[in-house]
T-cell receptor
């Protein structure tokens, strides 16, 4: 069975600094995808970034990058130059094999301070 | 482009009452999902429909039923609501894109309270 673990319930970062949100995963399927979603206080779920298990390079989307370390089964989200609007819950999720469904971690609440 | 629309946004029920959460997507996606979100537990999959005409149980299906009415619509029914079903419910839809990703697009959520 697949499992996603986010061990940081809450994180603080100062504005303009970079922050890393941790995510480890467990699956025996060689084909999988890893996702990060943002949930601001308004409640909607916003897709940020995707990494496929066969992708050779780490995914990047603007200020977001995914630090994919396959051997360690980690898929950490790096947010560069944090902004106040980055304050939100962040969820890591995984899809395995040909299944379409996602399994989510418990989330990390990020607070950006001045 | 509305994306995923779910109704109602808020609902208060008494224990034992029934209700249906409605979800519709206009992105021509094949797959649709119902998740529930509880504090400290992330999002947990209740039921999903990989394609029109199919439904499958997720992680927490007990107490729920679903109907994939057509490609656009996927409803979630609580036959006899219990306080443990107090939660925020999210509908989502997805399809495989050119990169092989299966990005879920979520509705705005429905907050359900069972007294």
């Amino acid at each position: 069975a697949q499992k996603i673990t986010q061990t940081q319930p809450g994180m603080f970062v100062q504005e303009k600094e970079a922050v890393t949100l941790d995510c480890t995963y467990d699956t025996s399927d060689p084909s999988y995808g890893l996702f990060w979603y943002k949930q601001p206080s308004s409640g909607e779920m916003i897709f940020l970034i995707y990494q496929g298990s066969y992708d050779q390079q780490n995914a990047t989307e603007g200020r977001y990058s995914l630090n994919f370390q396959k051997a360690r089964k980690s898929a950490n989200l790096v947010i560069s130059a944090s902004q106040l609007g980055d304050s939100a819950m962040y969820f890591c999720a995984m899809r395995t094999g040909t299944a379409s469904k996602l399994t989510f971690g418990t989330g990390t609440r990020l607070q950006v301070t001045l | 482009n509305a994306g995923v629309t779910q109704t109602p946004k808020f609902q208060v029920l008494k224990t034992g009452q029934s209700m249906t959460l409605q979800c519709a997507q206009d992105m021509n996606h094949n797959s649709m999902y119902w998740y529930r979100q509880d504090p400290g537990m992330g999002l947990r999959l209740i039921y999903y429909s990989a394609s029109e005409g199919t439904t499958d149980k997720g992680e927490v299906p007990n107490g729920y039923n679903v109907s994939r009415l057509n490609k656009r619509e996927f409803s979630l029914r609580l036959e006899s609501a219990a306080p443990s079903q107090t939660s925020v419910y999210f509908c989502a839809s997805s399809d495989i894109d050119n990169a092989g990703a299966n990005v879920l697009t979520f509705g705005a959520g429905s907050r359900l309270t069972v007294l």
